[in-house]
Nanobody
Framework: QVQLVESGGGLVQAGGSLRLSCAAS????????MGWYRQAPGKQRELVAT???????NYADSVKGRFTISRDNAKNTVYLQMNSLKPEDTAVYFC???????????????WGQGTQVTVSS
């Protein structure tokens, strides 16, 4: 098994910045799409951004121009740089990755444990 370990959440004032990181806990064969999702209290989990192994990105309209997703394939790590944060960005942020553990195996979907981001007004 493998875990996705997240870090970088916290409390920030509106207009501030945070950088989230998510890394696989051990060596694996390869990772396909990686992404970040978030879930605010009383709401469904929603897509924030995704990035393919080749670097193609996709963003929710609500974060375009403010958030940047990136990845380091050598480190099996994905990042989310969040700038110009707003109170409505407050949520638990979850890392997601499509992982193939060993050569010849099929991919499986993995989730991190979540990291809290709180933006005060």
């Amino acid at each position: 098994q493998v875990q996705l370990v997240e870090s970088g959440g916290g409390l920030v004032q509106a207009g501030g910045s945070l950088r989230l990181s998510c890394a696989a806990s051990r060596s694996i064969f390869t990772i396909g799409v990686m992404g970040w999702y978030r879930q605010a209290p009383g709401k469904q989990r929603e897509l924030v951004a995704t990035i393919t192994k080749g670097g193609s990105t996709n963003y929710a309209d609500s974060v375009k121009g403010r958030f940047t997703i990136s990845r380091d394939n050598a480190k099996n790590t994905v990042y989310l740089q969040m700038n110009s944060l707003k109170p409505e960005d407050t949520a638990v942020y979850f890392c997601n990755a499509d992982i193939i553990l060993r050569i010849g195996e099929v991919s499986h979907d993995y989730w991190g444990q979540g990291t809290q981001v709180t933006v005060s007004s």
